[in-house]
């Protein structure tokens, strides 16, 4: 396997990730009579959108093709999300628990991407304040849990 392809399939991991996570928020802001949990879930939906645009132009830039929608496997967890709201005493405790946990499998693939030591710096650089945002997050979901449970 060449090596931009190598990196380029590492990303596009990445990018899947940030799609799924862009519609899982929107999908929970829907889902939230909460004013303030609306606008969090919007502007953590926002964010990851950002983060597919960067990937995705650091996928062109290798000349490899970034994928263009979210998996499977996200698809089943914002479906699960919605049942799980519609059945549950406490909708917002519940969907803010399963935004952590789904926050918390993005965390591990990027500390999975970024053990790789053959990734340019620049690439690097840019994971790292993606995993650092996205472990700011996961704080606030649980300090907002906190406070809604």
């Known amino acids: 396997m060449k090596y931009t392809e190598e990196i380029s399939n590492k990303l596009n991991e990445l990018l899947i990730k940030n799609y799924d996570a862009e519609k899982g928020y929107l999908n929970a ?16 939906a ?4 950002e983060f597919a645009k960067q990937i995705r132009t650091e996928i062109l830039r290798y000349g490899e093709t970034p994928k263009d929608s979210g ?10 999300m919605s049942l799980k709201s519609l059945f549950s005493s406490n909708d917002e405790e519940a ?24 990734l340019p710096p620049s690439i690097d650089a840019m994971l790292f ?12 979901e649980k300090l907002k849990e906190h406070l809604v449970s």
């Open 29 to 44: 802001a829907d889902n939230v009579d909460s004013t303030d949990l609306k606008i969090f879930f919007r502007r953590r």
């Open 46 to 49: 926002t964010e990851r959108s």
């Open 71 to 80: 998996s499977f496997k996200g698809t089943m967890h914002r479906n699960w």
């Open 95 to 118: 969907i803010l628990e399963e935004a952590i946990r789904g926050e918390e499998a993005s965390l591990k693939e990027y500390n999975d991407v970024l053990k790789d030591r053959t």
């Open 129 to 140: 304040n993606q995993k650092n945002a996205i472990q700011e997050a996961i704080n606030s």
